[in-house]
């Protein structure tokens, strides 16, 4: 069993919904005070040290974690799995025990899933996923905060995916239970979300609409979201791009979604493969925000991974 009173930052699905609301909202206090120009002198993590380790590659994810521990007063560790004893067979839970001993929190992007949440039942200090097979759970706050400065409060809305069922999908669906929103999904019968994710949502009280029809999904949506074709430990690249063509999202599939829905992909993009050029450079798309938000989003989950609360960082003066 993990260390009592650690916060990790492991799975959408460990929060309760409020719990969520506050993390997002520490990054979105954040935000505001960075664009107030506040950020130089509120330190709240000061001396604190991140490891973060990459066992895949990264640019958003990396980056974004590097400046926000900087942001809030701490010091990142690179490491890549290759480079660390991981690498040569050191167990997880050995990697956990050692590296608690050192730093005051983990960030890792791992393809094995049950290897990030191992690494957290034996760390001492938190641990964030930044992403894994099955789950990319800080993409997904940096999503509902440009969602929300962009369409406003997101409870009881619509957004609509259409491609492969992937990690970035699966935090997706974790978040419609957890902030109350509606899900519609456009996948080829191959690749549909698994049937327990499924379940667990409408277990959970979300309203999930499952399609092979893109056009169908998009009908009443405020945000349509797309990913790559091919994630990170995929093969069958040709089998895919096959099966996915009818769901890249173009001006039509666009057009046929809610007035003023935007667009949102968690990049990096693949342009003339799922979406177009058009709509990625067009006025709906958000992409770019989107990606900047991965700041200020992990800024909040950092804050709230290392004890500090909402009220900390909105009762200070900048
Ligand atoms: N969206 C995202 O996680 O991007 P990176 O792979 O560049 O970190
Ligand atoms: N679904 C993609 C996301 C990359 C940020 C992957 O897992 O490769």
Sequence with gaps: ASVEGVRHFLDLTDFTGAQLREVLEIGKALKARRVRGGAQKYRPLDGKVLAMIFDKPSTRTRVSFDVGIR???GEPIMLTGAEMQLGRGESIPDTARVLSRFVDAIMIRILDHTAMRELAEYASVPVINGLTKQSHPCQIMADLLTFEEHCGPITG???AWTGDANNVLTSWIHAAVKFGFNISIATPAALAPRADIIEWAKAGGANVLLTRDPFEAVHG???????CWVSMGDDD???RQNLLRPYQVNQKLMSAANKGAVFMHCLPAHRGEEVTDEVMDGPQSVVFDEAENRLHAQKGVLAWCLGVGLADVTATAD
């Design 71 to 73: 942001e809030l007063g």
């Design 157 to 159: 809305r619509t957004v």
């Design 221 to 227: 949506a405020d945000a349509i979201i797309t990913d």
């Design 237 to 239: 690249e040709r089998y």
